[in-house]
């Protein structure tokens, strides 16, 4: 059984939201640099810099991280993993660097894109930005930028869908019974 917790429209809204938080953080810089944690994080990202670069002017650099080969629970999730591939078209030293990603729950997944990114360089900071917060973490780690806190049962299941992965964009809870 699912219940829609945001519709398209309060996605749009929501992510507009976003957008607006991140450049009020990054007031008085010129360049932003979003990463967005594949998958649903890309097209999250995508419209993370179209707003934007609509609503100020920073101009926004975008990248897509696949942190499949960093996460620390590789063996138990994924037996034969399926890399997708990174494309960061810049230099991530010194510069703030902010994550974009659709849940965090355990803090596993953005532990090991922090990972990844330090891989690459040395940025001057690293931000989180989330389309959900649905608690349950396992590593000390907050998020800067929430679009929705939604605190869950283990047995519950949050899914952000988008329109260019899944057909349409909505975020809904689903319930695993026992």
């Known amino acids: 059984m699912e219940h829609i917790l945001v519709d398209e429209k309060a996605m749009d809204r929501m992510l507009m939201r976003l957008s607006h938080e991140i450049i009020e953080k990054n007031e008085g810089v010129s360049e932003l640099y979003l990463i967005g944690i594949r998958r649903r994080g890309v097209p999250l990202a995508q419209?993370?810099?179209?707003?934007?670069?609509?609503?100020s002017d920073i101009k926004v650099k975008l990248g897509a991280l696949?942190?499949?080969?960093?996460?620390?629970?590789l063996k138990e999730l994924f037996p034969t993993p399926q890399v997708h591939g990174t494309d960061i078209p810049f230099d991530v030293n010194g510069k703030v660097i902010v994550l974009v990603d659709d849940?965090?729950?355990?803090?596993?997944?953005?532990?090991?894109?922090m990972e990844?990114?330090?891989?690459?360089?040395r940025p001057a900071a690293i931000r989180l930005c989330v389309a959900v917060d649905r608690g349950h973490r396992e590593l000390p780690i907050a998020a800067n930028f929430v679009g929705k806190n939604v605190p869950t049962a283990r047995n519950?299941?949050?899914?952000?869908?988008?329109?260019?992965i899944d057909g349409k964009n909505e975020i809904v809870l689903s319930r695993q019974d026992a």
């Open 47 to 55: 419209r993370i810099k179209a707003n934007v670069e609509r609503f």
């Open 66 to 73: 696949d942190i499949t080969l960093y996460r620390d629970d």
């Open 103 to 113: 849940v965090i729950y355990t803090g596993r997944t953005a532990r090991a894109a």
């Open 116 to 121: 990844a990114v330090i891989r690459l360089g």
């Open 156 to 164: 519950e299941f949050i899914s952000v869908r988008v329109s260019e």
